[in-house]
């Protein structure tokens, strides 16, 4: 069984490579650089472009084959692994490569690989014109025919969404105040999800006369009627909140529920905080009293400042450690680790909240590096004149 | 999310190096320290503090400063002044000092109050932060000047002035007053608590360069079409 799924994957990777070779000979401007070992077609895997170039390379059956022997070597491949073929996935298909073949090599694009043929063989169209060689788009000798037919489309909305509100008007139902799209949260597609989208390569001016357009269409007070061809082109950005990782609340023998600050980074300066919920308030840095540790009111203000925002001044009870920087720095340092330690005691609303009030990011201003010709980072020489 | 908006969300430093940049990409937004705007339930809120409140949902926020905390004692303008006055980065004196003006002002005041007849007492302001505000307020100026050139020549034309620079001209009017029309043996926090309570009242020399300055942008008035923007 072992031998012939062996038998299986290797001629199902060979066969690839050889096919790769073919077109490796026949189309070289899909594959940049000339690799003739290949065992994989992963020089196309790596291509970021799409295949827009040239009419299509491989035909629809050549891929329907391509799946069918993928689909197949997979479940062979989890056999010889055995593991249940139903229920295989991409991530374990990379762990069995990576386990059967060894690869000591640095180079990514000269591992070998075993992807799913829609990701290996780029997305492109279909012949574009039929048997008596007519294109069959109207817009195919722009060369551009997906791009200038979007803007068509786009701007023909327009038109319509013009001339529903004339109808308003004339019905005397015309509201400036119409529902609007709601855009806070989402972005448009960026110029590569866009050439993804129309199997096709746009410049920049291309790119930035359509969101020109879409921009023109979203000043209509009624554009709420095409609200579903807008959102095609928009994105959702991720919640920035769920981006925080919340450690869950640790016990000590006494019942007692701790949590730990890890070391934070403000200028060279690192902390950490042991956070016990016991009630009294006391904090201790590096052994001392704080009020001892920092005498300045500022940097106590510092540490006080995720607690009162939060208003549990006397609940917690700390231990900090601080080494390196100055007051300032340390001081920074543990007001970043002490919010971090208060995220696990804290609600998902609380935490948005305190990343809000800008807790929770950790500052990156660092020393500006001196520059070569100048006495400083921004101080000059003393400019002679002769 | 595609590749390149992660790359947003590091520290950074610009390809080209501008004289002001910042170690945050543009992308971050400023945070909000105060604790009362996230106490206000959805229902008070106008569409656009809603609007921006989606906004900050999605967007990363900068790290407050170490100036800046939640508590009630946190005050914006208070804290531009100590950064103004201080020298060679050290805060600890700068603060310092305007503890001392402040705490000086209060005694002036509270002794002012004993001293005053019953009708009076309601009039004497002894809060030294609504004396040091309402003091900046009458230092400010409404119409500044910018120096033009035209024709070879250079004129001095009124301009309107935003509220950022007019706050600027009249800190920056007060620590220089203080600094250099003082007697060698006063100290600073007592010229300071005499010249805010001076400008609190109108008088004093702070306020004397405001109305100057007026005067001369009343009387440089026929210049004003030299402005383009």
């Known amino acids: 069984m072992a031998a012939s799924g062996g038998r299986t994957v290797g001629s199902f990777l060979w066969k690839c490579g050889n096919c790769c070779f073919n077109f490796n000979t026949v189309s070289s401007n899909l594959t940049r650089q000339v690799l003739s070992r290949q065992l994989c077609v992963s020089a196309v895997l790596h291509r970021k472009n799409l295949a827009a170039a040239g009419p299509e390379k491989f035909s629809e059956e050549f891929i329907k084959k391509q799946v069918e022997e993928f689909n197949i070597g997979k479940r062979h491949l989890a056999n010889m692994m055995g593991e249940d073929p139903e229920t295989f996935t991409q991530g374990d298909i990379n762990r069995s490569i990576a386990y059967l073949f060894p690869s000591g090599l640095f180079d990514k694009k000269a591992k070998p690989l075993m992807k799913h043929p829609d990701e290996v063989f780029p997305k492109q169209r279909a012949v574009q014109w039929g048997a008596d060689g007519r294109p069959f788009h109207f817009l195919f000798y722009t060369g551009k025919q997906s791009y200038y037919s979007l803007m068509h489309d786009t701007f023909t909305k327009a038109l319509a969404v013009e001339k529903h509100q004339d109808r308003l008007r004339g019905k005397d139902l015309f509201t400036q105040d119409a529902k609007q799209i709601s855009l806070v949260g989402s972005r448009w597609l960026l110029k590569e999800e866009l050439e993804e989208l129309l199997v096709e390569t746009i410049s920049e001016h291309d790119y930035a006369r359509f969101i020109q357009l879409m921009e023109r269409l979203l000043s209509l007070p009624y554009c709420s009627v095409e609200e579903d061809f807008v959102q095609r082109y928009r994105r959702q950005l991720e919640i920035q909140s769920s981006k925080q990782q919340v450690q869950p609340l640790q016990y000590d023998q006494h019942g007692v529920a701790y949590s730990t600050g890890d070391g934070k980074q403000r200028k060279t300066a690192t902390g950490t905080v042991l956070l016990r919920d016991s009630g009294s308030g006391s904090i201790s840095i590096n052994g001392t009293n704080y009020v001892h540790y920092f005498p300045v009111l500022q940097d106590r203000e510092q540490l006080m400042f995720p607690l009162h925002f939060m208003g549990v001044l006397g609940r917690f009870d700390m231990q900090c450690s601080v080494s390196g920087g100055g007051h300032s720095s340390q001081a920074g340092a543990l007001r970043l680790a002490i919010s971090r330690a208060m995220l696990s005691f804290l609600s998902e609303g609380q935490v948005e909240t305190m990343r809000q009030a800008g807790l929770l990011t950790p500052d990156p201003r660092i020393k500006e590096r001196k520059k070569p010709g100048q006495e400083g980072a921004r101080r000059k020489f003393t400019w002679k004149k002769r | ?229």
């Open chain 2, 1 to 229: 999310m595609a590749a390149s908006l992660t790359g947003l969300l590091k520290p950074w430093t610009p390809r080209v190096l501008l004289v002001r940049w910042s170690r945050y990409n543009p992308y971050y937004l400023e945070p909000e320290p105060r604790k009362e705007v996230y106490h206000i339930p959805e229902t008070e809120l106008t569409p656009e503090q809603k609007e921006e409140r989606e906004l900050k949902s999605v967007r990363p926020i900068k790290a407050a400063t170490n100036s800046v905390t939640s508590s009630v004692f946190n005050d914006p303008v208070l804290s531009k002044f100590v950064n103004m006055m201080m020298k060679d980065g050290d805060k600890i004196i700068a603060k310092g000092i305007i503890t001392q003006t402040l705490e000086n002002m209060k005694r002036k005041q509270v002794e002012k109050y004993h001293k005053a007849p019953e009708g009076k007492k309601a009039e004497i302001e002894c809060n030294p932060y609504a004396i040091f505000h309402q003091a900046l307020e009458n230092c400010k100026p409404v119409i500044g000047l910018a120096s033009i050139q035209k024709g070879g020549k250079f004129y001095q034309v009124p301009i309107p002035l935003t509220d950022n620079r007019r706050r600027f001209l009249a800190m920056k009017w007060m620590i220089t007053e203080c600094r250099d029309n003082k007697h060698r043996r006063t100290l600073m926090y007592e010229k300071l608590s005499q010249e805010l309570l001076a400008a609190f009242s109108k008088e004093g020399n702070v306020v004397k360069r405001k109305h100057e300055l007026h005067k001369m942008a009343e009387s440089n008035r026929a210049y004003a079409h030299y402005r383009w923007w």
